[in-house]
């Protein structure tokens, strides 16, 4: 008898959907010392007057107890935002107001930051897992969101996690985008895809007081047997476009050659010219000796284009005399 064994298998670690998570800013240090030191005063007062009851008349003692311990308070409530933070504070419970940037105060007791937001432009890159496009390759693909709260009242109160929120609404447009285009328009226009998915995230960010920017798309991978595959293909693309244009380049080279026969056939002088600069450029090369068509020897022996008939002429009469 067989017994099978199944192990048990580790707990599945939630991971965040954000690659590069944003680190969120820690309390004032400033106004936590100045707290902790008024708190140490007051404290150390009402010692010093528990110790020593004389010091001190009572009503004097209380008083200067009572605008320490006040004074700390006041510390406690006193709060600061950065130029590019703004806090989400409650009363009760309650959405009261947004404050920041700068120092604001905060009523001991009722109200309470609930948390702080940054409004600048963030860049979060995320990553579609393997995902096949419509011809059925199969890919993956890392890309950047660009992205900003606009409206922080929005963004805290109606969304639990609004930066988990913009990262897996911009993951599941990409799988979209990449499901309904081939793998050859996704390589030659991932400019109108990045369009497609941040006008798909906007549209729904903009009911949290979010604005994505744009989407850039910065990797995308395939398995290795279609990378092969897809470098002969585009070498054979290449190879096709060369060839072409060679021909090309031969058929307008025959136009040009049958626009000038045209034009030598019609002007005997200028086909004359032609020979004799053909001469002239086999001379300047230091040819001693030059291979021309018979047609060609004929004509200048029948022109004496180089004088020589005459030149013989001459030498004929000179061995009469």
Same mark, same amino acid.
């Given at each position: 008898m067989t017994t099978i064994v199944n192990k048990a298998e580790p707990p599945e670690v939630k991971r965040s959907p954000v690659k590069n998570p944003r680190r969120k800013?820690?309390?004032d240090f400033t106004l936590s010392l100045l707290r902790f030191f008024m708190l140490a005063a007051a404290a150390g007062m009402t010692a010093v007057l528990g110790l020593f009851p004389r010091l001190l008349s009572g009503w004097a003692g209380t008083v200067v107890c009572g605008v320490l311990y006040t004074l700390a308070l006041m510390l406690a409530c006193i709060r600061k935002a950065d130029e590019w933070e703004r806090a989400i504070v409650l009363r009760f419970g309650r959405f009261h107001k947004v404050r920041g940037?700068?120092? &604001?105060?905060?009523l001991p007791l009722a109200? #309470?930051?609930? *948390?702080? $937001?940054? /409004? #600048? /432009? #963030?860049?979060?890159? &995320?990553s579609a897992q393997e995902t096949l496009t419509r011809d059925s390759v199969t890919v993956t693909v890392d890309a950047l969101c660009f992205w900003l709260v606009w409206d922080p009242q929005k963004a805290v109160l109606e969304v639990e996690d609004y930066e988990d929120a913009v990262v897996l609404s911009s993951k599941t447009a990409l799988r979209d985008a990449v499901s309904s285009h081939d793998l050859s328009t996704f390589l030659e226009r991932g400019d109108l895809i990045e369009k497609q998915i941040q006008a798909e995230v906007d549209k729904k960010t903009t009911e949290w007081g979010i604005? $994505?920017?744009?989407?850039? /798309?910065?990797? /995308? *991978?395939? %398995?290795? %047997?279609? *990378?092969?595959?897809?470098?002969?293909?585009?070498?054979?693309? #290449?190879?096709?476009?060369?060839?072409i244009l060679l021909a090309e380049a031969e058929i307008e080279i025959a136009r040009k050659l049958e626009e000038a026969v045209q034009i030598y056939a019609h002007n005997e002088p200028a086909m004359k010219l032609k020979i004799l600069s053909i001469l002239n450029e086999g001379l300047k090369a230091g040819n001693s000796m030059m291979l021309i068509p018979n047609s060609m020897a004929e004509e200048l022996k029948t022109k004496d284009i180089f004088g020589l008939e005459a030149l013989s002429e001459v030498r004929k009469r000179g061995n009469k005399e």
């Amino acid at each position: 008898m067989t017994t099978i064994v199944n192990k048990a298998e580790p707990p599945e670690v939630k991971r965040s959907p954000v690659k590069n998570p944003r680190r969120k800013s820690g309390p004032d240090f400033t106004l936590s010392l100045l707290r902790f030191f008024m708190l140490a005063a007051a404290a150390g007062m009402t010692a010093v007057l528990g110790l020593f009851p004389r010091l001190l008349s009572g009503w004097a003692g209380t008083v200067v107890c009572g605008v320490l311990y006040t004074l700390a308070l006041m510390l406690a409530c006193i709060r600061k935002a950065d130029e590019w933070e703004r806090a989400i504070v409650l009363r009760f419970g309650r959405f009261h107001k947004v404050r920041g940037p700068g120092l &604001f105060f905060l009523l001991p007791l009722a109200d #309470r930051v609930a *948390q702080r $937001v940054d /409004i #600048r /432009i #963030r860049v979060t890159d &995320f990553s579609a897992q393997e995902t096949l496009t419509r011809d059925s390759v199969t890919v993956t693909v890392d890309a950047l969101c660009f992205w900003l709260v606009w409206d922080p009242q929005k963004a805290v109160l109606e969304v639990e996690d609004y930066e988990d929120a913009v990262v897996l609404s911009s993951k599941t447009a990409l799988r979209d985008a990449v499901s309904s285009h081939d793998l050859s328009t996704f390589l030659e226009r991932g400019d109108l895809i990045e369009k497609q998915i941040q006008a798909e995230v906007d549209k729904k960010t903009t009911e949290w007081g979010i604005t $994505v920017q744009y989407v850039e /798309i910065t990797d /995308i *991978q395939i %398995p290795e %047997p279609l *990378q092969d595959s897809l470098s002969r293909l585009a070498q054979a693309e #290449r190879e096709k476009k060369g060839r072409i244009l060679l021909a090309e380049a031969e058929i307008e080279i025959a136009r040009k050659l049958e626009e000038a026969v045209q034009i030598y056939a019609h002007n005997e002088p200028a086909m004359k010219l032609k020979i004799l600069s053909i001469l002239n450029e086999g001379l300047k090369a230091g040819n001693s000796m030059m291979l021309i068509p018979n047609s060609m020897a004929e004509e200048l022996k029948t022109k004496d284009i180089f004088g020589l008939e005459a030149l013989s002429e001459v030498r004929k009469r000179g061995n009469k005399e």
